[in-house]
């Protein structure tokens, strides 16, 4: 088993999204090990893209003070090496196909299996052109997390029995609406037993209702709204949330 699905065998899992290098990448450390203690489960890393399209304001604003920072690839693979000295949290990273392409993928994914990055997500690489990257992973070790929403339609058996790690389930066209979350991932579990995670676009604790249905819930951008809001002191509240997330999704 890897061990992004041992992420799931505790309970709800509860899975922080981080721009890296957002306000600057000493920071983006304390805040990760302060959400690690809190009881984060997997930790999603942003790698900052020029034109995050997948994202809305709030990650895109960090995307954007993160590379005006000088944030770059490299360093964010020499910060998770040195990251991975003392923590031992399935890491995942988000990026884009372009910046997977301009650095080599197969350097890419080697790279990450060095640092100790457990999984890549590519939120803009379809179905259709998943198998230039998911062989490479696959021989590296490295899962290459797969995306349903609502609109993927007749692709959710593909997309479902294909699977590795966990299951993204992009939510922006759901939230709000329960009866389509339970009903989409009852159909993506006629296909597998991979755990699935709701994505949760809206900081409020209330929303995890929405993840019940779910194996977990992925903070999209409420730790990036507490970075924006308190920068370089965000480790303390970013870690109280996590910490009240975790109690409201296993009560």
Do not use: W
């Amino acid at each position: 088993m890897s061990n992004i699905r041992n992420a799931f065998k505790n309970g709800k899992a509860v899975i922080p999204f981080i721009t890296c290098g957002d306000p600057d990448l000493a920071t983006t450390g304390t805040i990760i090990r302060a959400m690690a203690d809190a009881g984060a489960d997997l930790i999603e890393l942003g790698i900052p893209f020029s034109d995050p399209t997948a994202e809305g304001p709030v990650v895109q604003s960090a995307s954007i003070r993160a590379l005006a920072g000088g944030v770059t690839t490299d360093k964010i693979f020499d910060f998770v090496r040195e990251l991975r000295r003392d923590v031992t949290v399935p890491l995942i990273v988000m990026t884009y196909a372009n910046v997977v392409f301009s650095y080599g993928i197969e350097r890419f994914v080697s790279k990450c299996a060095e640092v100790g990055i457990d999984g890549v997500i590519l939120p803009d690489v379809p179905m259709e052109e998943k198998d230039e990257f998911v062989p490479i992973c696959r021989s590296h070790g490295v899962d290459f997390i797969s995306q349903i929403a609502p609109t993927s339609a007749n692709r959710i058996a593909e997309i479902a029995k294909d699977a590795e790690g966990f299951i993204y389930i992009a939510s922006n066209a759901i939230l709000g609406n329960q009866t389509d979350l339970d009903e989409l991932t009852a159909e993506i579990r006629r296909y597998t037993d991979i755990p699935c995670a709701i994505e949760c676009g809206d900081s409020n604790l209330d929303q995890t209702a929405l993840a019940q249905a779910a194996d977990g819930v992925i903070l999209n951008s409420a730790i990036v709204e507490q970075i924006g809001r308190y920068g370089r002191d965000a480790a303390a509240p970013a870690g109280d949330f996590v910490q009240a997330m975790k109690r409201t999704m296993n009560k």
